[in-house]
């Protein structure tokens, strides 16, 4: 297939617009904030114990131990370069939590209900689809059995309970003892009292009680643990020392633990995950070390060494990318340009993923091979606020004098039918707040800053090869 022929299009930054790509056009992860209501203290007659502190026998929550024969990742910093990158990396760091703030979404159980416009992704299938429906339904089942756990279930706070438990973020290593923060019992004066807290993943266990004290703790290191006593008091300093461990490795699920006393019944979750080392990048001093400019040609040398040439005019050091497709490659020289040469038409999704997997730096710009940089093209004013919105994955620019951009929604609608999606053109969700010029949308032109790590989690589809353009 002969190349595009579109006369060369000017890439400049009037206002740039936020976006966190997704599904057909860029396939980017898409994170929402969250927010957290505040405790409102419940009145109760007994007295409230301080936060516990860790068991001896657990994981302290502050610096690590290594084990012997570990290596500690600050030990390899050279001395002369410690200060400075121990700055940078804080900086990162702090970007780093937060955007792996916890994810809600709430999933559908119903039939989607689409708007007029919306396209129900079961009217694209052809008609004869059974076998289809069927191979899909078990494939989604695959997907939600890798994706999803016990920590989807809904939960729901009881009414003015005793129990006191966490609620959220309580997260456990696999197979590593973690005590369980904030677990009491606020109850008025009784003769005895008697808690049992149960789980179906893992063990939980607390101290032994010591000669004299008048508790009795039955099924310590099972799924069930029962706790009685007639003191208040010491029955609490013995659920303050309680801690989960987690008997099957798994990287990444949970467990629900059941909190009674009495009639009153609390259900909480636990999120076993393996931790893991934070993606980041050095940004260094300038922007040659923190963006990488990235593009897909396929039979348009003229128009791609046209990019180039405007691109060295501002930006003379800074690494370039270079996919290619082209039926009779040809050679691209000059410093700091990394050209890849691909089978033949393998189409712009395939080259694009080609592209981000050799970025090693923090970002990288993507432009068509038919764009032209201009004294308006400020990459830096891209970072600067990518920088200052670490929740963000893409920023998308304007080309030509002209805005592209979309937004969509999208109902996942039910396990035999699937969703429908609804695309709005030049629809915007809000302006990104601290910058009124810029909005949030789903999609942008392809003239975008995109977070290398985000896109590379997610990629491209390389079977769209010729509908990746604007």
Same mark, same amino acid.
């Given at each position: 297939?002969a ?6 299009? =000017?890439?400049l930054l009037v206002?740039?617009f936020v976006?966190c790509?997704? @599904?057909?056009?860029y396939k980017?992860?898409?994170e929402?904030s969250?927010?957290i ?8 007659k007994?007295?409230r114990l301080p ?11 502050? +610096?690590?131990?290594?084990a012997?024969?570990?290596t500690?990742?600050k030990?390899?910093?050279?001395k002369n ?6 700055k940078r990396?804080?900086k990162e ?8 703030l916890a994810r809600?979404q $709430? ?10 416009g919306?396209t129900?992704l079961?009217?694209?299938l052809?008609?004869?689809s ?5 191979? *899909?339904?078990k494939?989604?089942?695959?997907h939600k059995?890798r994706t999803e ?5 809904r939960? !729901? ?7 006191q438990?966490?609620?959220? #973020?309580?997260?456990v290593?696999?197979?590593t +003892?973690t005590f369980?923060?904030g %677990?009491?019992?606020h109850?008025e004066q009784?003769s005895?009292y008697t808690?049992?807290?149960?789980v179906?993943e #893992?063990?939980?266990r607390?101290t @032994?009680?010591a000669?004299g ?5 039955t099924g310590?290191?099972?799924?069930r643990?029962? =706790? ?5 008091e010491?029955?609490?300093?013995? $659920?303050?020392?309680v801690s989960?461990?987690?008997t099957i490795y798994?990287?990444h699920?949970?467990d629900l633990a059941t909190f009674q006393?009495?009639?009153?019944e ?19 001093t300038?922007?040659n ?6 593009t897909k040609?396929? %039979? *348009? !040398?003229?128009?791609?060494?046209a %990019?180039?040439k405007t691109i060295?005019e501002?930006?003379?050091d800074?690494e370039?990318?270079?996919a290619?497709d082209?039926m009779?490659?040809?050679k @691209?020289p ?11 038409a393998?189409g712009?999704?395939a080259g694009?993923?080609?592209a981000?997997?050799?970025v090693?730096?923090? &970002?990288f710009?993507?432009?068509?091979d ?5 004294k308006?093209t400020?990459?830096e004013?891209l ?5 200052a919105?670490?929740e963000l994955?893409? $920023?998308?620019g304007?080309v030509?004098?002209?805005q592209? &951009?979309?937004?969509l929604i !999208? ?6 039918? #699937?969703?429908?999606?609804y695309?709005?053109s030049?629809r915007r969700?809000h302006?990104l707040?601290? !910058?009124p010029?810029c909005?949030?949308v789903n999609?942008v032109v392809?003239?975008?800053l995109?977070?290398?790590?985000? =896109?590379?989690?997610v #990629?491209?589809?390389?079977q ?7």
């Open positions: 297939m190349g595009f022929k579109r006369a060369p299009r =000017v890439a206002c740039v976006a790509v997704f @599904i057909s056009y980017f992860s898409v929402f969250t927010h209501v505040p405790n409102r203290h419940r009145p109760s007994t007295k936060p516990p502190l860790p068991p001896s026998h657990l994981p302290s929550p502050g +610096p690590c131990t290594c012997n024969g570990s500690l990742l030990n390899v910093v050279p370069q410690a200060v400075e990158l121990r990396r804080e760091f702090q970007q780093h939590k937060a955007r792996v809600n $709430l999933p559908s159980k119903t039939a989607c209900t689409c708007s007029p919306s129900q079961k009217d694209r052809p008609p004869d059974e076998e289809l429906f069927k191979r *899909r339904a494939e989604l089942q695959q059995a756990s016990v920590l989807s279930t939960l !729901y706070a009881p009414s003015n309970s005793p129990l438990y966490p609620i959220q #973020g309580f997260k290593r696999p197979m +003892p369980i923060p %677990l009491a019992l109850a009784r005895n808690v049992s807290l149960e179906s #893992g063990v939980l607390t @032994i009680p000669k004290v008048q508790v009795i703790v310590n290191g099972e799924s643990l029962m =706790v009685e006593s007639s003191s208040l010491a029955l609490n300093e013995l $659920l303050a020392d989960y461990t987690s798994h990287i699920t949970g006393f009495e009639d009153h609390a259900v909480f979750p636990i999120t076993i995950k393996q931790p893991q080392p934070p993606v980041l990048y050095d940004m260094g300038d922007i070390s923190q963006v990488t400019i990235t040609t396929f %039979l *348009r !040398y003229p128009e791609l060494n %990019l180039l060295r501002f930006y003379k800074i370039i990318i270079i290619d082209s009779k490659p040809e @691209i000059g410093p700091h340009i990394q050209q890849f040469i691909m089978p033949p393998q712009w999704f694009r993923n080609l981000v997997s050799q090693t730096t923090k &970002y710009l993507w432009v068509d038919d764009f032209l940089f201009t308006w400020k990459i004013e970072v600067k606020v990518m920088e919105n670490p994955d893409v $920023l998308g304007k030509g004098g002209d592209f &951009y979309f937004s !999208y109902d996942e609608g039910d396990e035999v039918e #699937g969703g429908c999606m695309r709005k030049r969700f302006s707040p601290g !910058y010029q909005s949030v999609g392809n003239f975008f995109a977070r290398t790590d985000a =896109v590379q989690r #990629g491209f589809d390389p769209l090869k010729r509908l990746a353009h604007s």
